[in-house]
């Protein structure tokens, strides 16, 4: 079904550096990849960097996802719209954890990822489909960031270094869950 999300991957080096590296994936990489980015950027306390890119980039983050980063005073420098084929390239940075928040992303065909990291998906509603005043349109933008950063606070809060093959596998079970 989603075969570059769901092959389980063994993590089979305990001794992975700090921090772990995470990848959020969404279609166009300028809304919730970005939200999702920031998110763990701010709350992960150097435990894990995050990045983020598109299968099909805009070339642009929209303009109310810098609106929410920047009401909830965090950093925007270093949000851009890129492709993924930067992550999956030589002498980019290994990634340990892949996370597709988009329904899109989720079924397309994956790049392989240098040091095979662990997948999953954690889909959440486009907010560029929201309609309404410039108000309810910025609203759907931050239940965004705060769903990815609800899920995002769940996942940080495991203890990756002593976790099994099949206790990390339930990662995908995060973005099932209500929000």
Same mark, same amino acid.
């Given at each position: 079904m989603y075969a570059c999300l769901w092959e389980e991957i063994a993590v089979t080096d305990q001794s992975i550096s700090?921090?772990?590296?995470?990848l959020f994936i969404c279609t166009e990489n300028s809304a919730r990849s970005i939200l999702a980015e920031a998110a763990m950027n701010s709350m992960a306390n150097s435990r894990f960097k995050a990045f983020s890119a598109g299968?099909?980039?805009s070339g642009e983050v929209h303009p109310m996802t810098l609106n929410v980063l920047k009401d909830l005073r965090l950093d925007t420098g270093f949000a851009r719209s890129k492709s993924w084929e930067?992550? #999956? =390239?030589?002498?980019?940075?290994?990634?340990?954890?892949?996370?597709t928040v988009c329904d899109t992303a989720a079924g397309e065909a994956c790049p392989i990822w240098p040091g095979h990291p662990?997948?999953?998906?954690?889909?959440?509603?486009?907010?560029?489909?929201?309609?309404g005043n410039e108000a309810e349109i910025g609203l759907?933008?931050?239940?965004?960031?705060?769903?990815?950063?609800r899920r995002i606070g769940v996942f940080i809060a495991l203890p990756?270094?002593?976790?099994?093959?099949?206790?990390? #596998? =339930?990662i995908d079970a995060i973005g099932r869950s209500p929000d």
């Amino acid at each position: 079904m989603y075969a570059c999300l769901w092959e389980e991957i063994a993590v089979t080096d305990q001794s992975i550096s700090q921090p772990y590296n995470v990848l959020f994936i969404c279609t166009e990489n300028s809304a919730r990849s970005i939200l999702a980015e920031a998110a763990m950027n701010s709350m992960a306390n150097s435990r894990f960097k995050a990045f983020s890119a598109g299968s099909n980039p805009s070339g642009e983050v929209h303009p109310m996802t810098l609106n929410v980063l920047k009401d909830l005073r965090l950093d925007t420098g270093f949000a851009r719209s890129k492709s993924w084929e930067e992550f #999956s =390239e030589p002498g980019s940075p290994e990634m340990h954890f892949v996370f597709t928040v988009c329904d899109t992303a989720a079924g397309e065909a994956c790049p392989i990822w240098p040091g095979h990291p662990l997948s999953g998906h954690w889909g959440v509603p486009d907010p560029k489909r929201a309609e309404g005043n410039e108000a309810e349109i910025g609203l759907a933008f931050a239940d965004t960031y705060k769903m990815l950063a609800r899920r995002i606070g769940v996942f940080i809060a495991l203890p990756h270094e002593s976790l099994d093959k099949l206790a990390l #596998s =339930e990662i995908d079970a995060i973005g099932r869950s209500p929000d």
